[in-house]
């Protein structure tokens, strides 16, 4: 007779490809406190928005056999173009072979499921790393639940850097920032909601605010990404049941822990303790 072990819980995983999905984890941090979690960010290769389907693939498939590999039950890809170009093919072809109990799960559904609610021209906008708004991923999301609502992507490259680099509220942020809003607005006049569909943009959302026009709704994924996670959890006690709850979080980097520590508090406000990690062992 075979003995079936005790599954033993672990923390939430939070994966991305750098430091944008900390504005994911704080909000998730803020709406269940109680949880712990493991955060990689896969800073050595960064950036992912320029970067092919099967590379995004595999480099976001070899994160989640690593979250797996630490504990966890439960990864949240809080990276756009991750859950853009990978999740799909993770949930469908590789998690039927590494644990099919296991779940991992995206940032473009939730954020699309409010939409139907804010728009009132069913007129809306992506703002986007190019990878993101090249794979369609909203639009085809947009569809399913919406199919009235008309969507227009506009990539803007130089948002990241901005942000990672600490220049996002630097006068040097105003000339992109005007230039990629604006050049949004003129391909459709009639939006009235954008969604920052880049996990690094809410640092910029004092200067996106300025040059957006008064009386357009602008969504941020981070409150939304968290109560659905926190509903996601009510729904599911068979994968709430395998979370740790002790309120604790570890960061990981694939990068230098120094730098990671210093350009993290820049999200989190504050210092953390961070472990280096290489993807590729």
């Known amino acids: 007779m075979s003995l079936t072990l005790p599954i033993q819980p672990g923390p939430i995983g939070v994966f991305d490809s750098g430091y944008g999905g900390l504005t994911i984890l704080s909000e998730i941090r803020n709406a269940l406190p109680m949880y712990d979690y493991v955060y990689l960010g896969d800073n050595a290769r960064t950036p992912y928005g320029t970067r092919s389907f099967d590379i995004v693939y595999e480099f976001t498939l070899q994160a989640v056999r690593r979250l797996f590999e630490l504990g966890c039950h439960l990864v949240i890809l809080a990276c756009n173009t991750a859950s853009a170009k990978a999740l799909r093919s993770i949930q469908m072809r590789d998690l ?29 906008g992506v703002l986007g790393t190019s990878g993101t708004i090249k794979s369609g991923s909203y639009v085809l999301e947009v569809r399913k639940l919406f199919p009235d609502i008309q969507v227009t992507g506009q990539a803007c490259p130089m948002w990241v850097p901005l942000v990672e680099y600490n220049e996002a509220h630097g006068s040097g942020a105003d000339y992109f920032v ?16 954008v969604i920052l569909g880049c996990t690094h943009y809410p640092l910029l959302l004092p200067k996106i605010k300025e040059y957006m026009p008064a009386g357009i709704t602008i969504v941020s994924q981070g409150e939304l990404v968290a109560q659905s996670l926190k509903d996601y959890l009510r729904r ?9 709850r002790g309120g604790h979080c570890t960061y990981y980097t694939t990068e230098s822990e120094e730098k990671f520590a210093e350009s993290a508090s820049t999200f989190l406000n504050k210092r953390i303790e961070v472990h280096h990690l290489d993807l590729n062992e």
């Not at 005007?178 to 909601?193: C, F, G, H």
């Not at 599911?236 to 740790?244: A, G, K, L, N, V």
């Open 178 to 193: 005007q230039k990629y809003v604006y050049a949004l607005l003129e391909q459709d006049r009639l939006i009235d909601t």
């Open 236 to 244: 599911h006690p068979e994968i709430d049941s395998r979370c740790t």
């Open 96 to 124: 039927p072979q590494l644990d099919p109990s296991r779940r991992v799960l995206g940032v473009i559904r939730p954020t699309v499921e409010c939409i139907g609610d804010l728009t009132h021209s069913r007129h809306i």
